[in-house]
């Protein structure tokens, strides 16, 4: 062996000379480091075919577009303190396609990728595949590939589009306190054990309707927010950026219930609702989609519904005993105005319905008017709705808290 492991001055210029002049020197190596740290690597750098035999360090060096197209890591790769640089090509791309990484560890610390980043096809054969506290700048695609390693994202920023579309992750995956500012696109993407996601933060709602999870995924504690478009048909409603924001909040609801997680499967319910306001559903579902929302907050709310049935109890109450031509007498007893107000609101409750007709003959003179069983139809009608909405809210609530 002739090239000095430690010296990475010796190991670029034997490197600038080719995959086959690499992988000759290479083969007489069994243990080791190659030490890279420190290098300011040339413009488009290749590692195209490099055989790694043991352990490589690139820390602190930096990447002025780099390929490691089927390149073989045997052992670790580490990249602390990395920096792949923007490059002035908008279109480039680092590149990892079909790279094997076959046993050890492989680990991006503290690297900044300024460019797009593609893993296509690569092999992940290691025992663990570590990202932490890193940036993508541009799009990272670690896609139509089998991920063999456990595979972990801590505090990792993706500042553009993540796609993990086709891939294959057979064992641990972790994305804990990362940060998704554009789409994550998953695709056709299969994970054999549910990924974590705690304190992870998506800036649009995730798409997994051709996602396969093996095990429950839990996503208590991940951010998924609504993505409200600037556009406003009226004040109060909200309406979604996309039409497809529906779907996506149906397949979260599905994989919410499948986990036995009832708060947030009624609030990804909540928002495929909202989703489909002035896109799926025309004004008038759009409306009653509303007016759901404002009155029992999706079936999640107890005290709506229950200050709704006051408040008509109050209202109608005024309405019968005050307010009505064809009332007996001016100054009506309030009492009895209430108590068949009541009635009207509960008219299944054998004990009001004796109740109803006496307090009837004494506000009103009989024939009653039309206009008397006009208001105790809709005070009914309306008393029905909101208490089918409470006893929603108390039903769902107990879920919750089960």
Not at 262 to 274: G, M, P, R, V
Not at 295 to 324: A, E, H, M, Q, T
Not at 333 to 349: A, E, K, M, T
Request: proline share 3%; net charge negative.
């Amino acid at each position: 062996m002739s090239v000095n492991l430690e010296d990475p001055d010796e190991l670029l210029a034997l490197a600038l000379r080719g995959h086959e002049d690499w992988n000759a020197e290479m083969a007489e190596i069994e243990f080791g480091e190659i030490d890279f740290s420190n290098i300011v690597f040339p413009a488009d750098m290749s590692f195209y075919k490099f055989e790694f035999p043991t352990r490589v360090r690139f820390d602190q060096a930096t990447f002025n577009g780099v390929s490691f197209v089927e390149a073989t890591f045997h052992r670790d790769a580490m990249f602390e303190d990395a920096t792949f640089a923007k490059v002035d090509d908008p279109e480039h791309m680092d590149s990892f396609s079909k790279t094997n990484f076959m046993d050890g560890s492989v680990e991006f610390k503290k690297t900044t990728f300024g460019n797009n980043v593609v893993f296509f096809n690569a092999t992940f054969a290691c025992i663990s595949l570590r990202f932490n506290d890193c940036v993508f700048k541009k799009s990272v695609y670690l896609a139509d590939s089998k991920v063999t390693a456990s595979i972990i994202f801590t505090d990792v920023t993706f500042r553009d589009d993540a796609h993990f579309s086709g891939t294959v992750f057979t064992n641990f995956v972790s994305f804990i306190n990362s940060r998704f500012l554009e789409a994550c696109v998953v695709v056709g993407t299969k994970f054999e054990q549910a990924p974590v996601l705690d304190d992870v933060t998506f800036s649009e709602v995730p798409d997994f309707q051709r996602t396969a999870f093996i095990g429950s995924l839990d996503l208590r504690n991940a951010k998924i927010p609504f993505n409200k478009s600037d556009e406003r048909a009226w004040i109060f409603f909200e309406i979604a950026v996309s039409p497809l924001q529906a779907g996506r909040y149906r397949r979260l609801k599905e994989l919410a219930v499948s986990a036995h997680d009832n708060a947030s499967a009624l609030n990804f319910f909540a928002n495929e609702l909202k989703s489909k306001i002035f896109h799926d559903a025309g004004f008038i579902e759009s409306s009653l989609i509303f007016l759901y929302g404002v009155f029992s907050d999706f079936g999640r709310s107890v005290l709506r519904p229950f200050i709704s049935l006051v408040f008509l109890w109050f209202v109608f109450s005024l309405i019968f005993g005050k307010n009505l031509p064809c009332k007996r007498c001016y100054l009506a007893d309030f009492s009895d105005s209430f108590i068949f107000s009541l009635g009207n609101l509960v008219p299944f409750l054998t004990s009001t319905t004796g109740a109803v007709k006496t307090m009837k003959g004494k506000l009103f003179i009989e024939p009653a008017d039309t206009w008397i069983y006009a208001l105790s139809s809709l005070e009914t009608g309306l008393g029905l709705v909101f208490l089918f909405l409470l006893g929603l809210g108390i039903r769902n609530n107990l879920r919750i808290s089960a």
